[in-house]
């Protein structure tokens, strides 16, 4: 009764404490007498007692007969074992709650779709529309238009006849009450034991135990184990010795060690391995049926196993056949048909090319092959040159075939081209800082432009944004902004390198890329304009990290003030000795050079734990060391000296199939050695927003400890003003989000979120006494303390092709009040007004603004 008890204590709180937060005068709710009185007001009955009927009435009306409901199933095992893949085998499940709550959404909404739920009503409109359909398409003039006639009805009555076999869209939505099945408690018990035993624990027992009251169970289960198997001794029978000899060669890569549990993982790992070594030395048609695993378990005793790695040999043959490459074949237009013309034939580094016209560089075309005649069969070298020719993006399909036919065995590559002119273009919303704004985007691209597989891309893009404006936090003004980018991308390295070491580094993808952009902004304060000339290098390394030189990068950005109000406060800032936002509109030549390095494991998988690192070092100005500056500052510009240095860190754990538990740190520092003292304002980093701390408003959180100035509308904005961005030159921020599926496309997250940033030299307000008024410097003794730390929930609507996200943030911790009043979290309010009047301009009881975010993709 207890776990019952808790499950409505739980929900009664949370619903208090959000009262409470709300401003209600409610501080001596409790569950005993003081529950009278919060039920008395009718508005807040109605928010308590709808968990109690979804928890209580939801469900069990659905049972029949002597039917109980699974309400809750546990596994307890031993520490070596893991309980979350014990969990993944149960046969059943209980009803999903909401947010870890008795509330039990999901059968609500399996039983209200049910109730509207005809099957006849769908199959005799899964009838009339394919009768109508297939008219049609009888119709139809063109294999096109019928084509896409049949497309659309295939797609429609796979809809119909998914709603025929699993309901209206609310039912698989839903989920039907779960009913506690004994037959379902054998089976689950069954899979944990074959789960143990394919983990060495051949000796095991499982016992359950069932705790009734009413109409509800709870499971638990309990797994036992004795010592598990131990690998004693691994000895070979491979009659070929060719064959054995790369295998005892290869044995210290294997998954199968002496002294190691017996896992039939591992073992399907091992097969796996010595099927592609020996794929990868040679032996074409050798399959997995060849290699088989015997076992002793009772010859040695004591738990102790003896494994045999058999290889079988063929059933015709007394030996595996050796394939070497007798010639390699490029067919480079495959598809292609030219009546009455034969197609040319060339010779290139021991590759037979052939083609109608020779449109492609075979130069470049033969670095990216790595299959040579009289070299073994090597199924990665396959795999590999399919891969790098698809990476020149100039093909729609390659495929490598071997013909073994006439006693020879060649290598057939196959590729199609792709079209060499292409057009594209999209229409959309694009959200930044929080604000959504359309925007269209146009794209062309030319293909082997100077027929040396070089591509020419030219995108350009408008985009009417809402952004916060760079003096008011509450303002959100019109952005237009225009750009064009041309870009030339070569597949190579251009730099002055000989064609063998080409050819050593085609397998890593090397593309060079030159481009010149051009970026206009308008807004009510300024108009920018940015020209940028960059020289690219990117290379991949197998295909879980890419590399990034851009070894020049220069941009001329030049700025017009608008506003009368914006120069002001500008020059305020100059009078103040702040030229970090001033420096921003000085017309600047920037310089940089820039390492990155980004390692994705994963990541962006749904159903697989995944890893993303990226790192990214920038010098700027470093050539202005070695040639003197004065050229720039001659044309009246300014330049910049700096080194940047920034890491994100981002990991995604899945916990079920329902949950997954994400987290982030992202961190960097920018420090200046040039004779202005400052940064180019696009190199300072930024704290708040949708991606970062989300309980600020966007790049409105720090300077460290700095205090803020007081709010100018109190009831409408809180007591503190979020008026101007704060740069820093220290960034660091950390979060952690629980995404959970709540219904259909629609997931839930709660989120804690923690950053702020700093700056390397003292730049906190002075008072007359030579104290500051807080702190902006980084300290490692003091930063902790420094730390916005906010929290909140949020949605995310997964649509397929774009996943649109909305957040609540909530401060928890602001380190820019005064330290006794750094906690905030019970002054949270959702609306306004934010503060209370007791006289004409005297304002008390100040609230604390929730931050809305809204966003594309997931903030990391």
């Known amino acids: ?100 709550l008795p509330i039990y959404h999901l059968v609500a909404i399996y039983y209200w779709g049910e109730r509207n739920y005809d099957k006849e009503k769908y199959v005799r409109k899964k009838e009339k529309f394919e009768r109508k359909f297939d008219a049609k ?52 018990v069954n899979r944990f034991k074959n789960y143990l035993a394919s983990e060495g624990y051949f000796q095991n027992t499982v016992t359950t135990r069932t705790t009734t009251i009413g109409k509800f169970i709870t499971l638990n289960y309990r797994v036992e184990t004795s010592q598990p198997y131990i690998i004693d001794t691994i000895f070979y029978r491979i009659a070929d010795s060719a064959v054995y000899n790369i295998v005892k060669a290869n044995e210290p890569m294997g998954f199968l060690k002496v002294n190691q ?58 030996n595996h056949k050796v ?63 399919q891969r790098q020719l698809a990476n020149l993006d100039a093909f729609k399909f390659v495929n490598v075939v071997y013909d073994t036919s006439g006693g020879k065995f060649i290598a057939n590559i196959f590729t199609s081209p792709m079209d060499r002119y292409e057009w594209s273009n999209e229409a959309g919303v694009n959200v930044t800082q929080g604000y959504p704004g359309p925007f269209y985007n146009l794209n062309f691209k030319k293909r082997n432009i100077f027929r ?90 197998q295909r879980t990290t890419d590399y990034s030189l851009a070894l020049a990068s220069v941009s001329l950005i030049n700025s017009e003030i608008k506003s009368d109000t914006f120069r002001v406060l500008l020059e305020q800032f100059r009078a103040s000795g702040n030229y970090n936002l001033v420096n921003s509109f000085r017309p600047s030549l920037v310089s940089s050079m820039i390492f990155g390095i980004t390692w994705n494991h994963n990541y962006g998988s749904i159903d697989k734990n ?81 991606r970062s701390v989300r309980a600020w408003s966007p790049r409105r959180l720090g300077i460290g ?36 599926k709540l219904v259909g496309f629609i997931d839930g997250a709660l989120f804690i979120d923690a950053g702020n940033v700093w700056s390397f030299k003292q730049r906190a307000p002075q008072n007359a006494d030579g104290t500051y008024e807080g702190n902006s410097q980084f300290r490692a003794r003091s930063f902790l303390r420094e730390m916005g730390v906010g929290t909140g929930f949020g949605l995310r609507f997964d649509f397929t092709f774009l996943i649109l996200c909305f957040d609540v943030g909530m401060k928890v911790y602001d380190p820019a009040r005064p330290s006794d009043d750094r906690f905030v979290l019970d002054k949270v309010r959702f609306f306004k007004p934010y503060a209370k009047e007791i006289s004409p301009g005297v304002f008390t009881n100040f609230k604390e603004p929730v931050v809305y975010n809204v966003g594309i993709g997931y903030p990391f």
């Not at 776990?3 to 409790?30: E, W």
């Not at 593309?511 to 304060?525: I, M």
């Open 705 to 740: 400890s700095v205090p803020r100035e007081r709010s100018d509308e109190e009831l409408e904005d809180g007591l503190y003003s979020y008026q101007f961005e704060k740069p820093g030159e220290i960034l660091i921020e950390g979060s952690v989000e629980l995404r959970s």
């Open 1 to 100: 009764m207890h776990a019952f008890r808790s499950f409505y204590y739980k929900t009664l709180l949370l619903f208090s404490v959000f009262l409470y937060l709300q401003g209600f005068n409610i501080p001596d709710i409790g569950f005993g007498q003081h529950f009278g009185r919060l039920i008395t007001k009718s508005k807040y009955f109605i928010l308590i007692l709808t968990p109690l009927l979804l928890t209580g009435c939801l469900g069990t009306q659905h049972l029949e007969g002597n039917q109980k409901r699974l309400i809750q199933q546990s596994v307890k095992a031993p520490p070596h074992l893991d309980e979350e893949a014990l969990r993944e085998l149960y046969a059943q499940r209980p009803n999903r709650r909401f947010l870890g």
């Open 452 to 541: 040396g597989l070089e591509n020419f891309e030219l995108n350009g893009r408008i985009g009417i944004e809402g952004v916060a404006s760079a003096t008011f936090s509450e303002n959100v003004y019109r952005s237009i902004e225009a750009g064009a980018n041309a870009s030339l991308i070569f597949p190579q390295f251009i730099w002055p390198l000989r064609e063998p070491a080409q050819i050593r580094l085609a397998k890593y993808n090397p593309k060079t890329r030159l481009s010149l952009g051009y970026t206009y902004t308008d807004r009510p304060e300024y108009n920018r304009i940015a020209t940028t000339l960059s020289n690219t290098y990117t290379w991949q390394n």
């Open 137 to 188: 398409i009888a119709r139809a003039k063109s294999v096109r238009k019928r084509n896409n006639l049949q497309f659309k009805k295939q797609k429609k009555v796979a809809r119909m006849e998914s709603f025929i076999a699993n309901g209206n869209q609310r039912m698989q939505w839903g989920e039907k009450v779960a009913v506690f099945d004994s037959g379902l408690v054998e089976i689950t």
């Open 261 to 318: 549990r017996l896992r039939s993982d591992d073992v399907d790992k091992e097969a796996e391995r010595i099927d592609l070594l020996l794929k990868d030395n040679g032996y074409y048609d050798f399959s997995r049926q060849y290699i088989d695993f015997p076992t002793d378990t009772s010859m040695l005793g004591n738990r102790r196993v003896a494994i045999m790695v058999q290889i079988l040999d063929p059933a015709k043959r007394d």
């Open 323 to 385: 394939f070497t490459i007798d010639s390699v074949k490029f067919l480079t237009d495959a598809g292609v048909l030219r009546p009455g013309q034969t197609r040319q034939k060339r010779q290139y580094r021991d590759i037979q090319f052939s083609y109608f016209e020779n449109y492609y560089s075979l130069k470049i075309l033969s670095q990216r092959v790595f299959l040579k005649s009289e070299s073994l069969y090597n199924r990665t070298r396959t795999f590999e040159t």
């Open 610 to 690: 995944s890893v993303f690192i990226r790192g990214q070092f920038e010098t700027g100005g470093t050539s202005l060391n070695f040639i003197d500056p004065t050229i720039i500052t001659k044309q009246g510009l300014q330049y910049f000296k700096y080194l940047r240095l920034s890491v994100d860190f981002r990991r995604n754990r899945i916990l079920n199939k329902f949950a997954t538990l994400a987290y982030r740190v992202n961190t960097g520092f920018a420090y200046d050695y040039s004779g202005n003292n400052t940064l180019p304002y696009e190199k300072f980093y930024f704290a708040g927003g949708s």
